[in-house]
């Protein structure tokens, strides 16, 4: 059984990345990412 | 039929003469384990391989790929960070690259991660489950978990080619201490789930090192406003950084072995993906070579697929041809029918 655990967890991942772009996660995360992180630079809030 | 692994026990039990520290006694072998690994030691392999083959024996050496390594996490570096192209930011490498990085232009999945937890807080309860998790992010890392584990630790994560980088200055190194490296999965399930969404803060960006390299350094550099809003938190940052780096040269892969909530992900898979690496300990004369050559800082005669394995198929150079990795569907060479 664990010999076919990758083809699950693959088949699910594959649909959550199906379900989520379908719900526009991509423009969510081009978002954030286009914000400047200034928690990842390390500026004060 | 033979069975899949044969451990040192099973060759006491069998009657067999235990081999440990053989390697040590005998100079031939000593020699040989004390070597680092080159092309030309593989093309040898290679050979001795191709002649046990036609005599119907085992293959002794791993294939010619693992020896590019370093290539790949450098091209990885370059890639990531090539500038142009900044519309695939909204795809998260499966890798630490910080998205703050001017030049970056691949998504971070844990800031993603992070920012859903924040966003959660004013979504939770107004709009289905599924439409607040991440499904995208996450399942991207999944099926990438899936397929390699957490062979994108070993192969294309450029603060993991730091680490490694850095390790190689010094011959002897501390080791991680085992319960330190299950502070990963805190940081993971605390940092980047719980802290953020209670605070709305992310805060493992905040404390991240990657971060503080690529964005704290870069970004100041080509903009003057980033450059003027440097405050008292950057010099944190900027510490916690510098610590890392220092630990970097005294212990293999620290970050990776301790705090990185990324390979926390990656290596709850890695057991059960598709590349496996095999041990044999019919072959193995315990020189330790592989102990000593793993950038993760482990003994891969015991801690093979395991959660703190990155993956890198170092140890599968073994001069001995002990350790060999291998897809899933691939049967294990020892057990490989030997050819007429």
Redo the contacts between chains.
């Keep these: 059984m664990k010999r076919y655990l990758w083809i699950i967890a693959a088949v699910v991942g594959l649909a959550g990345v199906i379900v989520g772009l379908g719900q526009g996660e991509w423009g969510t995360v081009l978002a954030w990412a286009r914000i400047l992180c200034t928690s990842c630079i390390g500026l004060s809030d | 039929m033979r069975p899949l692994q044969t451990t040192q026990r099973q060759r006491r039990r069998a009657g067999k003469p235990d081999l440990r520290d053989d390697c040590l006694r005998n100079a031939d072998l000593r020699d040989n384990c004390l070597r680092k690994p080159d092309r030309r030691d593989n093309n040898q392999m290679a050979q001795a391989s191709e002649s046990s083959k036609s005599d119907g024996d085992e293959a002794l050496s791993g294939p010619r790929w693992i020896y590019q390594r370093n290539w790949l996490q450098i091209a990885a570096l370059v890639v990531m960070n090539s500038y142009f192209f ?2 695939a ?4 490498v499966p890798a630490l690259n ?3 990085c001017p030049g970056a232009i691949f ?2 999945p844990l ?2 991660i992070q ?1 859903s937890s924040i966003a959660a807080q004013w979504t939770l309860g107004n709009k289905p489950w ?2 607040i998790l ?14 390699f584990g957490r062979m994108m630790c070993g192969w294309i994560c450029p603060f993991g080619w730091l680490q490694d980088k850095l390790a190689a200055l010094r011959k002897k190194h501390w080791r991680i201490p085992k319960a330190l490296r299950y502070l990963r999965y805190v940081m993971l399930v605390a940092l980047v789930l719980i802290v953020p969404y209670l605070t709305g ?3 493992f ?2 404390l ?1 090192p990657q ?2 390299l ?3 350094w870069l ?2 550099i080509f903009d003057a406003d ?1 450059r003027a ?6 010099w ?3 510490a916690i950084l510098v610590g890392f780096l220092v630990l970097m040269v005294f212990v293999k892969r620290p970050f990776c072995g301790t705090v990185c909530a990324l390979g926390a992900i990656f290596s709850l ?1 890695h057991r ?3 590349w496996r690496i095999d041990f044999d300990a019919e072959k193995c004369v315990n020189c330790m070579w592989c102990v000593r050559n793993c950038p993760a800082g482990i003994d891969p005669r015991r801690e093979l697929n395991g959660y703190a394995c990155i993956g890198c198929l170092e140890c599968a150079k073994c001069p001995h041809g002990a350790i060999q990795s291998r897809p ?1 569907w691939q049967a294990m060479p020892s057990q490989a029918p030997a050819e007429e």
């Design positions: 900044s519309w930011k909204g795809f998260c910080c998205w703050a998504g971070c800031g993603a920012n599924y439409a991440p499904l995208y992010v996450l399942g991207a890392l999944v099926v990438f978990s899936a397929l803060v992310p805060w960006c905040k991240c971060g503080a690529q964005g704290g970004q100041p980033v809003a440097i405050g008292s938190f950057w944190i940052k900027q898979f059960y993906s598709v899933m």
